[in-house]
């Protein structure tokens, strides 16, 4: 699966980005897709994950309320939308599929196989 990331960009506080996830190689229908982070300095953090059996989400704790992801099996694609950013949600945002991830993984960089390359979000305060 190859996967590539689109929608970051500059947004002030408290404004909205979409970020965009789409595949191409296999079915994503197939795939949990997640999200995940990595601010200067820090480590890759989970996000959010979708997984298509059920339309199940989950979130970090620290984007709840305010983000959402979803997919669109048309389109072959996972998007996140965030809103009410803060200065602290900048970092390059990576989205991340695997074919056979258990719950208790959902959230663990390492179990997933399939990376895009980021896509920077910055936002000013």
């Known amino acids: 699966v190859q996967l590539q990331a689109s929608g970051g960009g500059l947004v002030q506080a408290g404004g909205s980005l979409r970020l965009s996830c789409a595949a191409s190689?296999?079915?994503?229908?197939?795939?949990?897709v997640a999200w995940f982070r990595q601010a200067p300095g820090k480590e890759r953090e989970f996000v959010a994950a979708f997984r298509w059996s059920g339309r199940n989400t989950y979130y970090a704790d620290s984007v709840k309320g305010r983000f959402t992801i979803s997919g669109d099996n048309t389109k072959n694609t996972v998007s996140l939308l965030m809103t009410s950013l803060r200065p602290d949600d900048t970092a390059i945002y990576y989205c991340?599929?695997?074919?056979?991830?258990?719950?208790?993984?959902?959230?663990?960089?390492?179990?997933?196989?399939?990376w895009g390359h980021g896509t920077q979000v910055t936002v000013s305060s």
């Open positions: 190689g296999r079915p994503f229908s197939r795939q949990t």
């Open positions: 991340a599929a695997d074919p056979s991830i258990i719950l208790s993984s959902i959230q663990m960089s390492q179990q997933y196989a399939y």
